[in-house]
């Protein structure tokens, strides 16, 4: 973070503005996957300007969408909605389908904490033909068919909910968990799929994500941000708080 503000300082002093943007964004990228959105926040919303300013459209997307996120973690559904909108409308005109596939997996979660459920698989199932059209199915694939697993779930559909949670689940055995976006959140919805009609096998995927969280923590070399990481993300917290409350039933069994 310190070589990043010295270089956003460098690229001001020399007037280099595209370096300015981009650095800009890593920077509001960076703080908000480490948990400090009020950061994150402040970044993006200097990246937005900028780039509005330069008419970087693809840029402008990009924090349109991340400050989606930011809001969206707040617990303001309507406002993330309304960065993902125009984020989204962007990206159509200028035909980045890459950035619509993440949009739309923010925009089906939004959704689905909105209980605009039919709108929300809507969402997922577009991110998931874009992402097969383009044949960049990795690890973000898994986040929308847990999304669609979230919606099942939340229709009481089980057995749809049971099988996208086992596609899911194959997926991450077969490739591992990178570049799941929201890797708690994953998790947290296959355990509760699972939980009723398969409850030891949903207790293995509980342990399973609480160690993948820990050792995404465990790369962060600073511990401040390595706290922030575990206590300040919500699906994060929760995860963890999830994991020590079916240890503690086990214990008093």
């Not at 994150?40 to 990246?47: D, I, M, P, S, V």
């Not at 994500?209 to 929760?238: F, M, N, S, V, W």
């Amino acid at each position: 973070l310190h070589a990043l503000k010295d270089s956003l300082a460098s690229a001001r002093r020399a007037g280099w503005r595209q370096g300015e943007v981009q650095i800009l964004g890593t920077l509001g990228n960076t703080y908000f996957h480490l948990g400090d959105t009020a950061q994150a926040l402040e970044y993006h919303q200097g990246a937005l300007a900028a780039c509005r300013t330069m008419a970087d459209r693809e840029g402008e997307a990009a924090s349109l969408d991340t400050l989606g996120l930011i809001a969206a973690q707040a617990g303001d559904s309507n406002a993330a909605l309304q960065y993902y909108d125009q984020a989204l409308a962007i990206q159509q005109a200028i035909g980045y389908r890459r950035g619509q596939g993440y949009t739309l997996t923010h925009m089906g979660f939004a959704l689905a904490m909105s209980d605009k459920l039919q709108a929300a698989d809507q969402a997922f199932d577009q991110a998931v033909q874009i992402r097969l059209d383009l044949s960049t199915a990795s690890g973000a694939f898994v986040d929308d068919l847990a999304g669609r697993a979230y919606v099942a779930f939340l229709t009481r559909d089980l057995p749809a909910a049971r099988r996208l949670a086992d596609e899911c689940l194959a997926w991450i055995e077969q490739h591992g968990s990178g570049g799941i976006e929201f890797l708690a959140r994953v998790y947290l919805i296959l355990y509760s799929v699972l939980l009723a009609s398969e409850p030891d096998r949903a207790a293995q995927v509980l342990d399973d994500g609480y160690g993948r969280l820990l050792q995404q923590a465990a790369a962060i070399d600073d511990p401040a941000h390595r706290r922030t990481y575990l206590a300040a993300i919500p699906d994060h917290r929760e995860l963890i708080a999830t994991w020590e409350s079916a240890r503690k039933k086990d214990s008093d069994g």
